[in-house]
């Protein structure tokens, strides 16, 4: 019978948690978990950063006392490899590092037959996509839950308008448009004494071996909606992007915006668009077009049905409806408490991943892209070492700034 390996040793039905990662996301997760209301002990922590340990710490120590934060300092790990001491002292592991640790966290992680929450994206590029695959069938075969962050998969709105999708209410899915344009997000200088390795991974955003561009960080999310929608991945990509408003040192390689058509295999077209344009319109949706009717669903609870002549077949009611990241977290103690292996979202996150990454390699080479190509590149961002005094793969030139790509010049694959 399935069992958590670990917990309820002793007779105590106390789930022990650690946190790897301890940025922003990995302490809102946490306190997501902690949300479930079921009974949690964080009992270490891992981040490449002691400051930022500590400052997620004290957050926690502040809100749930040291009852239910028992981590002293021998649990507190800090550096490259500190995840694995941290995983060790768990039930549960929650991974919410930058993306491009995420396949060997996560390997990790099962290797050590852990329940996982990991954000989302899960790679930031085919080397780790083919990883993160693996591994996801090592999961399966340990029954091991695995939930990763694309919570619209787990939010009442999406789950409504996309199960009628499903049923047939707008026929089949011809087409489609999803969004993420916004105003961009944090930079974080340079300082003194530090080394290329500390800044880029301080200013990790900015830098593709860790971030994989915000169409793969971000845009993941509205991508993995258009897959999900269609129940199947796109066969091939292009597209356009570039550097028009973000080119700054601290702006590292990354593009500011990326505009890309992605096929799929029965020849829908999927239109997908993301920008970093400060003081530009705002938008986050998606929205598809069948062959009865059209759909448009937002994050802000909104999902809406029509038929082809435009009445209406469907409205979400958003009113009182969980907040998905919370529920993301409900659902996967809920099935730990019981015992149960429900979740495997491994394999789906990693093709949605995969999708973005894809419209990243046509967007930097100017090329069309096919899925197989893609998914078997070769390309491994990862620097050849990880140490703080260890040189990344991309450096900045004499002038301080980072080579990047230049569509129609770049290879990319």
């Known amino acids: 019978p399935f069992s958590i390996p670990g917990a309820y040793a002793a007779g105590s039905d106390i789930i022990k948690i650690a946190l790897i990662g301890c940025g922003g996301r990995g302490t809102g997760a946490t306190f997501q978990a902690f949300g479930t209301g079921h009974n949690i002990k964080l009992v270490a922590m891992a981040d490449a950063f002691k400051d930022r340990l500590e400052d997620s710490y004290s957050k926690f120590l502040k809100k749930f006392g040291k009852e239910k934060v028992d981590v002293p300092e021998e649990r507190k790990f800090t550096g490259f490899d500190a995840y694995k001491h941290a995983i060790k002292e768990a039930d549960v592991v929650i991974i919410a590092t930058p993306p491009g640790f995420r396949p060997d966290h996560f390997e990790e992680a099962i290797r050590q037959n852990k329940q996982v929450f990991m954000e989302k994206p899960v790679a930031t590029d085919a080397t780790g996509i083919r990883k993160v695959l693996a591994v996801a069938e090592k999961a399966k075969a340990k029954k091991l839950n695995v939930v990763v962050g ?43 004494g530090q080394t290329e390795m500390e800044y880029q991974m301080r200013n990790w955003y900015y830098f593709n071996w860790l971030c994989g561009d915000h169409i793969v960080e971000q845009h993941v999310h509205n991508i993995d909606v258009a897959n999900w929608v269609k129940g199947s991945y796109p066969v091939k990509a292009e597209g356009t992007g570039g550097r028009m408003v973000r080119t ?166």
């Open 150 to 192: 694309l919570q619209r998969r787990y939010q009442d709105n999406y789950l409504e308008t996309v199960k009628r999708i499903h049923d047939g209410a707008i026929g089949d899915i011809v087409g489609g448009q999803v969004f993420w344009n916004g105003g961009g997000v944090w930079v974080r200088e340079r300082q003194p």
């Open 248 to 413: 700054g040192k601290d702006h590292g390689e990354i593009f500011d915006h990326h505009t890309v058509l992605f096929t799929y295999d029965d020849g829908t077209v999927i239109h997908s668009e993301c920008r970093h344009f400060p003081g530009s319109h705002n938008r986050v949706d998606e929205s598809f077009q069948g062959t009865k009717g059209r759909c448009f669903m937002h994050a802000g609870n909104h999902g809406m049905l029509w038929d082809s002549k435009g009445n209406e077949l469907y409205k979400h009611n958003g009113e009182n409806n969980p907040n998905p990241y919370q529920k993301e977290h409900d659902e996967l103690f809920g099935a730990i408490v019981k015992g149960e292996y429900k979740f495997a979202d491994a394999e789906h996150a990693a093709k949605s991943t995969m999708t973005a990454i894809m419209g990243r390699y046509a967007t930097y080479s100017g090329k069309v892209i096919n899925w197989e190509e893609a998914l078997n590149s070769e390309v491994n961002l990862k620097p050849e070492q990880l140490s703080w005094d260890a040189q990344p793969k991309v450096l900045p030139g004499k002038d301080g700034y980072y080579p990047h790509a230049v569509p129609g010049k770049t290879k990319v694959i």
